[in-house]
């Protein structure tokens, strides 16, 4: 009998169990306490930005962002389409109405030859955004090179949703610091996990503040209950944050776990790369980029495959011995919920999602877990470039 291999799956031991006992023993079980003040130090330090409020989730820490920055009723959002939906929902949380932009071909996230145009097009007819959303997709920044510039011009706060990439670096700043306002999740499949749980960044401790009042019912200081405004209930519990706190720590050695999982993938199916020598169109793969301008984390191993059919039947086959993979995710302006919303599409997140696979890439696989992957996939992309 072989386990279950998921495709991010948790990896959490000794030291996370150790952890949440330490935080229990200590009586702290209300939802704030020394570990959750802890996990927000840290994740500061991390990111060098001082303002961090640790939250039950991403999408709430979208929530609040998108309100930090003064998106509310009428408003548009620029979103990329290749994303999850999460990112386009906060923008409906907030009576705002989200339009998509399609990806580019060198890190797969937004465009920004399609951004500009569709703020060129917007400043004509005086109807700007109140802000993008730019997602760092599958544990790799964005453009920001030259994003950030494009926005800045037209005065658009950036919305960083780097829920996919905690440890990602873009020109050697981190992940989640590369706009006005990032976002992390510590969702089950990301590579830090609370089981579920989010954060914001924010370079002012001021933004903060407001952004950890609104997660806490908007409540005043008082001897009953006093609200200033209309509040939520978001704040990430001590208990959690003690399990991010001990994940946190490990968060390098499982970035490199899972680069390394991706490298070993690469290189048995690299003979497989477009125009190699003898292989059909049909039975290519062809790996995410990763682009020059920074790091990625690992977060997920995701390629391109020949064919929608052999896409497929890679999926099925791999399901067959019990490995999980998908495809890449279903763009936004494809999905029932946003059918009626406008887009600016080229075709790039259409072709990824048609023929886009995401592989097992958990930093608790073994080296004879990714073996099992990789022997069955070779089997099922077809005969070519199987090692002789
Ligand atoms: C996971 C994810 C979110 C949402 O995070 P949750 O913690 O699951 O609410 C938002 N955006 C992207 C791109 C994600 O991958």
């Known amino acids: 009998m072989t386990e279950r291999l998921y495709l991010s799956g948790p990896d959490v031991g000794v030291v996370e169990r150790a952890a949440i006992l330490r935080a229990f023993d200590s009586g702290w079980i209300a939802p704030v306490g020394p570990d959750l003040t802890a996990f927000e130090a840290e994740l500061s330090e991390i990111t060098g930005w001082p303002g961090s409020v640790a939250l039950s989730s991403g999408t709430a820490a979208l929530h609040l962002a998108l309100l930090a920055v003064g998106v509310g009723d009428g408003d548009d959002v620029l979103v990329p389409t290749a994303t999850f939906v999460a990112s386009a929902n906060a923008v409906r949380y907030v009576g705002a109405r989200p339009c998509f932009i399609d990806s580019e071909s060198a890190s797969w996230n937004m465009s920004p030859e399609l951004l500009e145009r569709e703020l060129a097009d917007r400043a004509r007819s005086n109807r700007l955004p109140t802000a993008v959303i730019v997602v760092d997709l599958y544990g790799q920044c964005a453009d920001y090179d030259q ?206 999602f048609d023929r886009g696979i995401c592989l097992p890439s958990g930093s608790a696989l073994s080296d004879a877990d990714v073996e099992r992957v990789i022997a069955t996939a070779s089997a099922a992309l077809g005969p070519a470039g199987v090692a002789q």
């Not at 009042?213 to 939520?232: K, S």
């Not at 978001?234 to 991010?244: D, E, F, Q, T, V």
């Open 147 to 352: 994003i950030v510039p494009i926005c800045r011009a037209y005065d658009v706060p950036i919305v960083e949703d780097a829920a996919e990439s905690l440890g990602a670096t873009h020109r050697d700043r981190p992940a989640g610091t590369l706009g006005d306002i990032g976002v992390f999740s510590f969702n089950g499949n990301k590579i830090v996990t609370t089981s579920g749980g989010g954060a914001i960044i924010t370079p002012t401790a001021v933004v903060a503040d407001r952004i950890r009042h609104l997660a806490t019912q908007a409540r005043v200081t008082a001897r009953h209950f006093e609200h200033d405004e209309v509040g939520y209930n978001y704040r990430l519990s001590n208990l959690l944050a003690a399990l991010g706190r001990a994940q946190l720590s490990r968060l390098t050695e499982m970035s490199e776990r899972r680069r390394a999982i991706s490298d070993a993938y690469r290189a048995a199916l690299d003979s497989r790369a477009r125009g190699a020598a003898d292989v059909p169109d049909d039975e290519t793969v062809e790996f995410m980029p990763i682009a020059p301008w920074g790091e990625w984390n690992g977060w997920l191993t995701c390629a391109i495959v020949g064919s929608t059919q052999r896409r497929d039947d890679l999926i099925r086959a791999l399901g067959a011995v019990d490995i999980e993979s998908r495809p890449l995710w279903k763009p936004m302006h494809l999905q029932p919920a946003y059918r009626d919303v406008p887009a600016l599409v080229d075709g790039t997140a259409e072709r990824l």
